[in-house]
């Protein structure tokens, strides 16, 4: 990846109590998602209770990291930094074994090459700016 | 008790990238509206704004600001905000007012004054809302995810590029006799073809404008139509502005991630899907029952969803519809006589009030050169961020 210019107007996400395991996780080479200990259903985006039950019985659960790409586009036009510099790239929407579908990007193959149901895997990108770094999951060809 | 209130008027400033003020627009419309209906400002007793993010404090409290520009009268207040639904979400504050006898005459107005270019976020550093992470984190535009969709159409039904520019050459035709449309131009497949690649699988000519206007309708009970001597005004017979259900499955705009349907069998309506049928349920009509709709074209593959979602035809059955003229003025059901987004650009407070506008001028028989015969039933139709969505059905 190119370095990426340390602006002012883009911060990264800030960790809470809420999230701060799922970002302390990705540092570790590690994906989380929400399980719900009453219901028993995963769910996606971390939250403190289970939107399918409302049990406050929640824990978190490590994906496999694999799945595959459900949809996709290559973008060729943005102009918000840093984006603008990165340009043609991959934003796709990944459905993880476990059924989630987050959105991310595709990386580490020539964006012509990424295909709905190709089978990818979670990586993760270093973001850093001057008040730290996180790491972000993003995908690439299994 | 009926459920129905009467359109008294509608009115619109044209669309346009005029650069001036959101208020003077919503004011035009507003002042439009109320000429149409032959009500005088001071007799409307609410108005209900939709608020416009992108034009400072006055924008918050759009209602407001366009009464305070209308001139002080006393008439009780209200802003909504829903995204792209905002000003169907007005629509819906003036009508449970009138319904509830709260009051007989409510006045909705929608206006925007939009900047250059894609929709950008909205000012300010928040690292927890998805819209900003998703816009800074993973580059995803509202573009991107308007390719979502065409794409996941592609790989489902075999849709084309030809198809999506089928939907354009229509829609352009459509606007090109609409006095409030930006855009009167026919355009050519190979116009559309040609055009710069934004997200792929979408180009430059697929993707709606963002655009400045502003639309109003005034709302009444329909005692005080008939009070006015109008025994058979268009009706509004159903607001629909439904949330999704658990688990949701669909990546929305601005969505980031979502619910697994692995444990959990996905309701058996999509969230698109069920905004109409709560509509159609509100109103007891169906799909057969339509002689038009106006559907949030932000791109022309999502024009084909939205086919399906009002149900005109069975998924994957779209790009059959447009073939064959279907969704064109004069075939079976036509889709966006007004021209649409294409031609009108999204001015996003006053988008869903525009599509009311078109619609009841259409059951009124005064759509001038984009005229649907014997039109009766007309349905609106559009998705906003963040879970908002609405639709709306007009009757004669």
């Not at chain 2, 400072?56 to 409290?61: N, P």
Request: proline letters at 5%; hydrophobic letters at 40%.
């Amino acid at each position: 990846m190119p370095q990426l210019p340390r602006t002012a107007t883009w911060h990264l996400p800030v960790a809470d109590l809420e999230t701060a395991p799922y970002w302390e996780a990705t540092a570790s080479g590690r994906l989380l998602i929400k399980h719900c200990d009453g219901c028993g259903r995963d769910f996606f985006y971390p939250r403190s209770h289970c939107p399918r039950c409302w049990s406050s019985s929640t824990s978190w659960k490590e994906a496999s990291g694999s799945g595959v790409v459900y949809t996709f586009t290559i973008v060729r036009q943005n102009d918000l930094p840093p984006f603008k510099e990165r340009l043609p790239y991959v934003v796709a929407i990944v459905e993880l074994d476990e059924g989630v579908r987050l959105t991310s990007n595709i990386e580490g193959c020539a964006p012509e090459d990424v295909r709905c149901g190709m089978k990818v895997r979670v990586a993760f990108r270093e973001e850093a700016r001057d008040e730290g770094s996180i790491f972000l999951p993003v995908f690439r060809p299994a | 008790m009926s459920k129905d209130v009467a359109v008294l008027g509608a009115g619109m400033h044209p669309w346009g990238k005029w650069g001036r003020n959101f208020v003077e627009y919503g004011v035009h419309a507003a002042r439009a509206a109320l000429a149409d209906a032959g009500v005088d400002w001071q007799d409307v007793q609410f108005i209900a704004g939709g608020e416009t993010v992108r034009n400072g404090y006055a924008g918050y409290v759009a209602g407001s600001s366009i009464a305070q520009a209308l001139g002080w009268s006393g008439a009780r207040v209200a802003t909504a905000y829903a995204a792209c639904a905002s000003g169907a979400s007005a629509i819906d504050i003036a009508r449970a007012r009138i319904l509830a006898g709260l009051c007989d005459v409510a006045l909705v107005v929608g206006a925007d004054t939009t900047p250059k270019g894609f929709l950008a976020p909205s000012g300010g550093t928040r690292t927890q809302d998805p819209d900003w992470l998703r816009f800074f984190l993973l580059g995803a535009t509202n573009p991107t995810y308007f390719a979502f969709y065409a794409r996941r159409r592609m790989e489902l039904y075999g849709s084309t590029e030809k198809d999506w520019a089928a939907v354009k050459i229509k829609n352009a035709r459509h606007g090109l006799s609409n006095p409030n449309a930006r855009y009167r131009k026919e355009v050519t497949e190979e116009e559309i073809l040609a055009s710069a690649m934004v997200s792929e699988p979408l180009r430059l000519l697929n993707i709606c404008t963002t655009s400045d206007g502003g639309a109003a309708v005034l709302l009444t009970s329909l005692e005080y139509a008939r009070k006015k001597g109008i025994s058979d005004p268009v009706k509004v017979s159903a607001v629909s502005t439904v949330t999704p259900r658990f688990p949701k499955t669909v990546i929305d705009l601005p969505d980031i991630a979502t619910d697994s349907a692995a444990a959990a069998a996905p309701p058996e309506l999509t969230f698109r899907d069920s905004i109409a049928a709560a509509a159609y349920e509100e109103a007891d009509l169906g799909p057969e029952d339509l002689d038009l709709a106006e559907v949030y074209d932000l791109s022309t593959a999502l024009e084909l969803d939205w086919y399906e979602n009002i149900g005109l035809c069975k998924e994957g059955e779209a790009e059959r519809l447009i073939r064959d003229g279907d969704t064109t003025l004069g075939g079976r059901i036509p889709v966006n006589p007004s021209g649409g987004l294409a031609c009108f650009g999204e001015a996003v407070p006053a988008q869903a009030i525009a599509q009311v506008c078109e619609v009841t001028w259409q059951l009124q028989g005064r759509a001038q050169g984009r005229q649907v015969e014997d039109a009766n039933v007309g349905l609106t139709i559009n998705q906003g961020l963040f879970g908002h969505g609405s639709s709306v059905i007009l009757t004669k």
